[in-house]
């Protein structure tokens, strides 16, 4: 069987419920992009998966809504419960559309770790600027599309240290990683660094902060050879 985002929503809810260093710290960088306070506030999050992020933000307060193509991944989400003081709903729901949600509905859209795996970044981005309410937000993180492009792999140099071999990354497109542990046998999109910022600028985003997170402790402990590359771009763009 080909794995796909719900084949294998059981294996990732699981690893994020037993704690998971990278994802912790992923959900950290992207809500330091967000206010602490998000009381009033509403969130669409994009590609919500088991729900870390949008229990987040609603753990600030906000009211929050997951969407998620993936059926098994939004009963997960739903299983997990709601983060107070806010609330969270779910919805089965692609990203290129957001057929569910309403137009200028929400006040900020936030998407972790998911805008690499929509099949169209165009369809949305158009999707997102519908539904963020005037001058309000899009804060996104995504596989640092320089150092996780397709098949990039480690190598052992003589001082023992391992450093990061990239040679695909003007391959854009679907490709789908042979390592039986990782998430990205589900198939992930890869994209240019350029193919993002163009895109934001096309659909009249205009950056309000870009960061490129040092791995957390708790990171490197777990995964030592990423301790020099930041895993993560993480973006906070405003609907112009
Ligand atoms: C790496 S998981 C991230 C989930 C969650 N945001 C997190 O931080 O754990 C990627 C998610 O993107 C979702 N996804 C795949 N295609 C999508 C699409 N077209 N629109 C929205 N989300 C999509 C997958 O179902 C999966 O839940």
Redesign the pocket.
């Known amino acids: 069987m080909t794995d796909?985002?719900?084949t294998i929503?059981d294996w990732?809810a699981g690893l994020?419920r037993a704690g998971s260093a990278m994802?912790d710290f992923?959900?950290a960088v992207?809500l330091d992009l967000l206010p602490e306070d998000l009381d009033g506030h509403r969130v669409l999050?994009?590609?919500?998966?088991?729900?870390?992020?949008?229990r987040s933000a609603a753990a600030r307060g906000a009211s929050v809504v997951g969407?998620?193509?993936?059926p098994r991944?939004i009963e997960h989400a739903w299983a997990a419960g709601t983060g107070q003081p806010g609330t969270v709903v779910y919805a089965v729901?692609?990203?290129?559309t957001l057929s569910t949600v309403a137009a200028d509905s929400v006040d900020w859209v936030?998407?972790?770790?998911?805008?690499?795996?929509?099949?169209?970044l165009d369809a949305?981005l158009a999707s997102v600027r519908r539904v963020l309410v005037a001058r309000s937000s899009l804060v996104f993180?995504i596989p640092h599309p320089c150092f996780e492009a397709p098949f990039a792999t480690w190598t052992q140099v003589a001082d023992g240290a391992a450093h990061r071999v990239v040679g695909d990354y003007l391959a854009e497109g679907f490709w789908r990683s042979d390592n039986p542990e990782g998430?990205r046998r589900?198939g992930n999109r890869h994209r240019m660094l350029s193919t993002y910022l163009a895109a934001l600028v096309r659909y009249g985003f205009a950056l309000e902060a870009v960061t490129e997170p040092v791995p957390s402790a708790q990171v490197v402990v777990a995964q030592p050879r990423r301790a020099g590359l930041p895993p993560f771009l993480a973006i906070r763009a405003r609907r112009a």
């Open positions: 796909s985002w719900d929503a990732y994020l994802h992923n959900r992207l999050d994009l590609g919500c998966g088991e729900g870390i992020i949008a969407i998620d193509p993936s991944m729901d692609d990203g290129c936030t998407a972790g770790l998911s805008l690499n795996n929509v099949p169209d949305a993180t998430a589900a």
